[in-house]
Each structure stands twice: as C-alpha cells, then as structure tokens.
C-alpha cells in the first residue's frame, strides 16, 4: 500500500538521528517497535521519502517514552537542520537572504515538509514575527508535533548563521485554539557579531560549497563517461539530489534517431510511461527545462513537486545545461572516432581493390566494406551486363536471400532506377515502404528489407552498375543521407579499380586472345602448354583448314573471315570443359588436353574434330562451302619441352594430308 505524502522524509530522519545519538541503534530499534512500525531503521532515514502524519506523532510520542523527554517534539525541530544539512532545500532557503525574506514565503516552504497543517505570517517587523499554524480538519492535534514546529522556527535565523530565535507558543490547538500561534524574536547579524565573541557559522556558504563540489563531481563524472547512456544516468541521479522535489523524470535521445534513454524517480512504471510519451508542459506543480544544446534539441528534465524556489530552477536548468554540453562532447568525440573509423574502411577498401583483378573480386570487396561500415544488414554490388544490371556480390544477405539474388536481372523496363542509373545523375537514393515504384516495393518484400540505400558506381559517361544498403528496419532520415554520402566515396574507388580492371582486360585481350575468333591466340596457346607440361600428361591436336587459300582468294577476306570464326566455334564446341581451343595464326588452330583422361581420349577428340568439318559452312550471300582439315596430335609426358611436342604434332598434322583420317604421333 502506498504510504501519504503527509510528512517529508528530512522530520523522520531527524527524530530517528536524535534518538539514535542519545540512546544508540537500541533505543531506535525500541521507539519504531512502540510505535507500531514494521520497516527497517534505514528506511526512516531516507530523506526522500514520505510518511503519514500519524507515523511522525507516533514516533514522536515514542521517542518521548524511550528517552523519558516529554519536549522530545522541540529538541527534534532545534536539530533538524543539523540533521540535513546537505537537503537541496537548505540551499534554496540560503539563498533569500534572511529569517525576514523566508518568512514571505514560509507557506510555500512549509508544504515542502508538512501537507497536513498551513502556517502563514500573521505580522511581522524588525526582528520579530507572528506565525499561524493550523492543523487541517481530520487531523488530531498533537503537543508533539506544536513542540516540533516550535523548534523548527527556532532554526530560522540559525539557518543564515544567526542566534537562535525565541518563540513563544501563545495559542495552542491541543488546548482548543482555532491554531496555534508563535512569536518568533531574532536578533541582527550586526548586532550579533559586534556582541558575540563566537564565530558565527557560514552555514550559506558551507550549504553553496557542497552544491559547488556536488557539480564538480558530475562534471568529472561526465567527463570520465565514455557513453551517452552513462552521461545521462549521472545527470539524473545528481539533479534529483540538487534539487528537492517529489519526483524526477529524464527523456533523452543521445543522437538523432537512437533509442531515448528514460531515467526516473518517485515515479511508478506506468507512470514513467505515460510522462516520457510527450514532453510534458510547466504548470503548477511541475518545473520543466529543456536538454539542449545551440544546434541540437536532446530531450528534457522533469521535477515535480508544489512549489520550487528560484534557485532550485536554476539549479535544476545547470544540469540539463551539463547534459546537453555532456551530449555534444560525447557526440563529437564518437564523430570523431567515426570518422576515423570510415577513413581507415578507405584505406583498407583501397588496399584490398589494388589486389582485386576482376570486377567480381572488386565487387565482392565493395560489398563487404559497405555492409561493415554502414552497418547494413545487407549489401550488394549489381554490375551492367548487357542492357541489364546483375548481381555481382552479396555481403550478409544469407543463403536464402544470395539465392533470390543470384536470379534477379534489373531491365529498363522494370523500374525507373534503371532509367536514373544510366542518366549518370550522380544522386544517391533512398528507398523504403513509402517508395511509388512497384518493383522498388516488391524487392523490399521479397528480401525482407525496410530501406535501400542506392548510389551509382560510375564515372562520368561511364556507369557501372550500382551499390546497395538494405536495412531491414526503418533509418533515420538524417543517418540516411549521411549513409549515401559515404556509400557515394566507396562507389567512387569502386569504379575507379573497375575501369582499371576494364583496361587492364582489354591489354590482356590484346596479348592473349586472337581479336578475330575470340580464342586463345598463340602467344596464350604456348604459355598454356608450358604450364600442362608441367603438371602432367596431356595431348596436343593441330588442325589446319584445306583449301582456305581458295576460298579466300574466291570469297574475298570477309568470307575467309567469317569460314575462321564459323571454325572457331566448331572447334570450341568439340572438346572438354577445361580443355583448350587456340588459333596459332592464319587457318592453323590447336587444342589443349590435359591430363591423363585427355591424353586418353585423343582419338575420340580427333574423330569429333574431322567430324565437326562435315556439314558445310555457310556464308552468305555466296553458296555453301565444304571445309575440310587436316588433324593431326600427339600424346605428351611431364617436363618434356614444348617445342619438341608442337613438333610431334607438326608432323603428324602433315602427315594427315590428303587422307581420310587423322593422324596421331
């Protein structure tokens, strides 16, 4: 059961401080038993916490009892400051000024501590006021809880470091009085100090050091915190120190779009839940700042309570001030190390594309790199092949979802995309649920995605193909466009090492692939052939067309052209996966068998080589044409030397003219 908030903690604390000093853990333990009270001992201690007006007159009248002190109610006032002296409130009383300027407000100050009684100032003048205390209806007078307030206005001037004040207790309601009534006589700080040879104590400064160290050690807590959520804990459990009130309540969100972090106090769950959907407005009762800093709104601190003086809204205002300037620091140091995170992924993207040879391995690079850095749960590298894109690489996609994309082809007339992609815009895009671009919307669906983050991998009037980040929940916006810059530097290297790859294709082409018929030209041929005699047995077949000259001479280059490439494919067609096929120049072609299998199988490849020349080759416009050759092989051992096997198969090739069959050497 919920205790009433009828008496603040700070009155338990000091009755059970009282007694523990003059009667030990003992007398406390017999006091709460004699007043009924079944908590632990430190649970009276809690400043924070409040009781009903009957657990203070019970444990009053207990006290009484236990100690044999009937004024136990005064002596209890008379200490309490003693006894909290680092309450958030004294701090706030200090700051008015006088036992004068406290008197204005005392019924504000009073509903700090007690909801079950008024007081208010009846007169007042130099030194001397006049003070109404009246018990609400329902509630039974107690001469303890007169003596209480008694002692407690004794305090007033003690509080600014004064002599205590007198009070006379004129009227009383134990006694039938409509209230009770005190006059209240204090002396002068200058009088005081010009008669008293005591020192009198800065209580005001003692009070303002502690807040002073109590920021100190924040601000170095702060400082030592190395995470937004850890600033934030320390922000709320100090200001609800600094500051006294019934409730505290902190909503932040460290960074846009990351999740808030909700601390609070004195408040249930529910509670917490209900206050933190929406910043709550200042009104009666509640005191309300922002956590912001000059460019960037972070959340907001909550204290509730009756009243607040204007030093607690000062006090309360410098922590959300810590906050925000905690926030900034930490997200400028995690910017910072962001950033240099992202610059060594570019140093290494760009060690790892120097090694990259195709565009496969340049795309398999870039894909890796984007999903690590932009903390994708996905992300692929789709290439142009023909008038489509492809994928070429996937990163953290998982098998199911590589499957589906393994398959997908991009065509201009799918989707818009394919139209912007080719327009070289340059713009990143993003896509998500509220995209109008049906396929955009059936790809999300299909790979389980929120968000794509698209760029172009390409260089002006030369695009590529293009790079994508697939998340599988919504982005924030701002991280999104933040995400794409960085996405756009990756794709740029990628192209760069593409077209380096391209030309680096192109030479290799030149070197070694015959520019007519698409095979290995004879420079590829030899080199391929060292490196079979190296590994092991093998076979080489020569084939050389009969009769090309004529039908050159007859045809005209073209035709002669187009009987190589006609050739060419015959060939290609004939033999093994693995195997070789390579023009040696003019109408000389070769292949390259490896392994025992293949040194085997030669006189079944030979047969399928004279019959790939059976039916005729035609070129149009002109007639038909019969192609016959001449197919002559042999077998090869490890480490014999090239030149000795492409001899034996010379031979054997010549051998074969003018007869019906190949010839094997």
């Known amino acids: 059961m919920e205790t009433m908030r009828e008496t603040a903690g700070v009155t338990l604390r000091a009755i059970l401080r009282y007694v523990r000093a003059r009667g030990g853990d003992g007398a406390v333990r017999l006091m709460l038993g004699l007043a009924g009270e079944t908590e632990p001992p430190e649970a009276y201690d809690d400043a924070r916490r409040w009781w009903s007006y009957a657990t203070k007159v019970n444990v009053l009248e207990a006290a009484a009892k236990v100690l044999g002190d009937p004024a136990v109610g005064l002596h209890v006032g008379q200490s309490a400051l003693s006894y909290n002296r680092n309450h958030p409130l004294r701090l706030g009383l200090l700051l008015l000024g006088g036992p004068a300027q406290l008197l204005k407000v005392i019924a504000t100050t009073s509903a700090r501590f007690n909801t079950t009684a008024d007081l208010a100032i009846v007169s007042s003048g130099r030194g001397t006021a006049t003070v109404r205390f009246q018990l609400r209806a329902g509630y039974r007078p107690s001469r303890f809880d007169c003596d209480y307030t008694r002692g407690l206005l004794t305090q007033l001037p003690v509080l600014y470091g004064r002599a205590a004040a007198t009070v006379a207790h004129d009227e009383c309601q134990v006694d039938g009085a409509e209230a009770c009534i005190y006059t209240v006589r204090w002396r002068s700080r200058r009088w005081l100090r010009r008669r008293t040879e005591e020192p009198v104590e800065d209580a ?9 160290e109590l920021l100190q050690r924040t601000v170095a807590e702060l400082v030592a915190a190395e995470r937004p959520e850890r600033a934030l804990a320390v922000v709320a459990e100090r200001a609800r120190h600094a500051v006294d009130a019934e409730a505290f309540l902190l909503v932040a969100s460290p960074a846009p779009g990351a999740p808030r972090q909700v601390h609070g106090y004195g408040l249930s769950d529910s509670e917490i839940e209900v206050l933190a959907a929406s910043p709550p407005t200042s009104f009666a009762g509640t005191l309300v700042v922002d956590i912001a800093a000059p460019e960037r709104y972070y959340g907001y601190l909550v204290a509730f309570c009756r009243d607040f003086f204007d030093a607690e809204r000062r006090m309360l205002d410098a922590y959300a001030n810590l906050a925000a300037v905690a926030l900034d620091a930490l997200s400028a140091r995690a910017a910072a190390a962001d950033r240099q995170r992202f610059a060594d992924s570019l140093l290494d993207l760009a060690r790892r594309l120097t090694a990259a040879r195709t565009a496969t391995e340049v795309a398999e690079v870039t894909a890796e790199t984007v999903r690590a850095v932009m903390a994708a749960d996905s992300a692929s590298v789709l290439l142009l092949s023909g008038d489509r894109l492809r994928l070429a690489a996937n990163a953290g996609g998982g098998e199911a979802r590589e499957r589906q994309a393994r398959r997908l082809a991009v065509a201009r007339e799918d989707t818009a995309l394919f139209e912007r992609f080719q327009a070289g815009s340059g713009r990143a895009r993003v896509y998500d649920r509220s995209s109008t671009d049906l396929y955009i919307l059936g790809l999300l669906d299909t790979f389980g995605h929120d968000t794509m983050l698209i760029v172009d991998i ?14 599988d929940t919504p982005q924030h916006t701002a991280k999104a466009r933040e995400t794409t810059a960085r996405m756009q530097g990756i794709a740029d290297q990628a192209a760069t090492v593409l077209r380096t790859c391209e030309l680096l294709e192109a030479n290799w082409r030149l070197a070694h692939v015959d520019a007519l018929t698409g095979l290995a030209n004879r420079r590829a041929f030899l080199a391929a052939l060292d490196l079979a005699l190296e590994a092991g047995d093998g076979a080489v077949l020569l084939v050389d067309l009969d009769g090309f000259k004529a039908v050159n001479d007859a045809l005209g280059p073209a035709a002669g052209d187009e ?17 070789l096929v390579g023009r040696l120049g003019g109408d000389e072609f070769a292949v390259l068998t490896h392994g025992a299998g293949g040194a085997a199988g030669v006189p079944e490849l030979a047969a399928r080589v004279e019959s790939a020349f059976a039916d005729p080759i035609t070129v149009l416009p002109g007639p038909p044409i019969e192609a016959r050759a001449s197919v002559g092989g042999t077998r090869f051992t490890a480490a014999e030397e090239s030149r000795v096997v492409l001899h034996r198969a010379d031979i054997a090739m010549c051998a074969a003219k003018g007869r019906t069959a190949p010839v094997l050497g």
């Open 204 to 212: 005001a400064g003692d009070v303002l050091a502690g807040r002073i």
């Open 458 to 471: 390409a260089l002006p009037g030369h695009p590529f193909g293009i790079l994508v980040a697939a998340y």
């Open 563 to 579: 009987v190589l490439v006609a050739v060419a494919a015959r060939l290609s067609g004939c033999v093994r996966p693995g195997d």
